[in-house]
């Protein structure tokens, strides 16, 4: 009996040795990583309160809708968006719309009911829905199948697209010129298709910088090149006509895919023919 008992004793004793013992690690790594809700991000560790882990949640979220935002393809958006609004007739908008511009005019001081003015409010309706018809259209439709197969990896340029479209954010128009070039990968586009591409996305509301990537985007939807890129150079009238009033100022933004991101020779190559140092015509 007494050898047992100290057996068992002994036994205790190294239990309580052991769990004392792990109790001193717990006790360090705690004092490595603050567990409470006091702030120790000022003592030059990793804080884990409550403060901290809500702002690493914010950027985290932050950064996963921007990622998302830039990957969504814009015209899905705009097409989803007339989904949910419901649908309207050409004359119930054309009704519409002059029924606001009759009203705006009255807000200026002018007498909409003058000679001049009388067909002024429907001829501005129009003309609204002409500049902002590229709602209307999808890429995939302007295109019409003019994708063909063709072994050509070399640099193709369609430049001087003229383009007119409206600032988002005056609706006053702004205007220039698109240069487009690409390296084929097995497939090749119209060539006019170029154009029609850069008229869809320049015929909506538009800010230059997201009409620069959309047009880039949508070419390598369309064929899937080595690489893309796109030059915009244009003069806003709400620049010109109101604020600041700079006439020659102009604005020029780019956009760039694949190898012409990549490779810095291929993007000096555009960039020369674009701007009149490169191939020279006869």
Request: glycine content about 6%; charged content about 25%; hydrophobic content about 35%.
């Amino acid at each position: 009996m007494s050898a047992a008992n100290n057996n068992n004793n002994n036994l205790d004793n190294e239990s309580m040795t052991i769990v004392s013992t792990s109790n001193a690690d717990t006790d360090e790594d705690t004092d490595r990583i603050p567990t409470d809700d006091k702030c120790r991000l000022a003592e030059g560790i990793v804080c884990v309160c409550l403060q901290c882990e809500a702002q690493r949640s914010r950027l985290l979220n932050r950064r996963t809708s921007v990622k998302r935002s830039r990957s969504e393809d814009t015209s899905t958006l705009v097409a989803t968006a007339q989904k949910k609004r419901p649908a309207m007739t050409e004359d119930v908008k054309l009704q519409k719309m002059t029924s606001a511009c009759h009203t705006i005019l009255e807000c200026i001081g002018e007498d909409p009911s003058r000679e001049g003015l009388i067909k002024t409010p429907e001829r501005w309706a129009k003309a609204l829905l002409f500049m902002t018809h590229g709602y209307n259209q999808t890429c995939h439709e302007v295109t019409n199948g003019a994708v063909f197969e063709e072994n050509h990896d070399e640099m193709v340029v369609v430049k001087d697209i003229d383009i007119h479209s409206l600032c988002e954010h005056h609706m006053v128009p702004f205007s220039g010129r698109v240069h487009v070039g690409y390296i084929p990968n097995g497939k090749i586009l119209g060539l006019s298709k170029m154009a029609r591409i850069a008229e869809i996305f320049s015929r909506r509301l538009q800010v230059q910088e997201r009409l620069t990537r959309q047009i880039a985007d949508a070419i390598v939807e369309a064929v899937q090149p080595l690489g893309v890129a796109v030059v915009v150079e244009c003069s806003h009238f709400c620049m010109v006509m109101r604020g600041v009033q700079k006439v020659g100022a102009k604005t020029v933004t780019s956009s760039v895919r694949g190898c012409f991101e990549s490779n810095p020779k291929t993007r000096a190559e555009f960039f020369s023919i674009i701007h009149g140092n490169g191939i020279k015509m006869c």
